[in-house]
């Protein structure tokens, strides 16, 4: 259910669960071992998360895992969801989003726990989970206001508003729109300008900006910045990255 290749320094992770490449709990705990493993890999400066086909990014939970209401099968469920977002969340590599089609629920909350979020044309995303008695338990409820304010994120998940690309792109929900069939190349070619960069340097600012949303307090916060300012020259990459400069060539990251 969860593919990935890797092309260079980019992981390409692909949801394949047809039709409509719904979450289940066995996917979700392969996601998140999939991403801690890709953590642990120095060779890897981005992801990519792409659903396979042409209409869904991803639809959600499985339903289905739902119907006999047993609590105890759905502490699972949420448990493995809750995992997976936050380790992709706090993966030490940048993250992307190639929404290439309908992403709803759980599918929108893995695009929020990524970085950046590209989204095809035709793309459209919604948090409908209360329509059917359920809540984003995916930090979703955390994550979406966070992003685009309180007022669009109560629009579109206590009215069950559903929002078009370019919506979504104006009120701060994704960053780009594309064609259909070229979220994943655009992604790509972000992911390759990340790959010109410190993989550590990348790791702390992704760090460091994730502290306002964690509700580490302002001047702790930039204390921190000046901390690990200097916490790069323990580095070599950083030696590496400023000869490159002085001697106008590109520089060879090694990730340490």
């Not at 259910?1 to 992770?13: D, L, N, Q």
């Not at 790791?203 to 001047?219: E, I, Y």
Request: charged share 20%.
């Amino acid at each position: 259910m969860i593919e990935y290749r890797i092309e260079g320094h980019t992981a390409v992770i692909t949801i394949n669960n047809p039709p409509a490449n719904t979450w289940t709990p066995e996917s979700l705990d392969a996601l998140r071992l999939l991403v801690g493993d890709l953590s642990a890999n120095k060779s890897v400066y981005a992801a990519v998360i792409t659903g396979q086909g042409e209409k869904f990014f991803c639809a959600g939970a499985d339903l289905k895992r739902f119907q006999n209401g047993d609590a105890g099968e759905a502490r699972r469920f949420i448990t493995a969801f809750g995992y997976a977002f936050e380790t992709l969340m706090d993966a030490p590599f940048v993250t992307i989003a190639a929404i290439n089609g309908y992403a709803m629920g759980g599918g929108l909350e893995c695009a929020l726990a990524c970085d950046i979020r590209i989204a095809e044309s035709h793309a459209q995303m919604a948090l409908p989970e209360p329509a059917v008695g359920l809540l984003p338990g995916g930090a979703g409820t955390q994550t979406l206001p966070w992003l685009i304010g309180e007022g669009w994120a109560k629009r579109m998940l206590l009215t069950n508003e559903r929002v078009t690309a370019e919506t979504a792109l104006r009120i701060g929900l994704i960053e780009e729109v594309v064609e259909k069939g070229k979220s994943l190349e655009a992604a790509l070619v972000m992911a390759d300008r990340v790959g010109t960069l410190s993989p550590k340097s990348v790791q702390f600012c992704k760090s460091l900006m994730h502290n306002a949303r964690n509700g580490v307090p302002r001047s702790a916060s930039l204390a921190q910045e000046r901390e690990r300012f200097v916490d790069l020259f323990d580095f070599a990459d950083t030696k590496e990255g400023v000869a490159a400069f002085l001697e106008k060539r590109k520089p060879v990251w090694k990730n340490g």
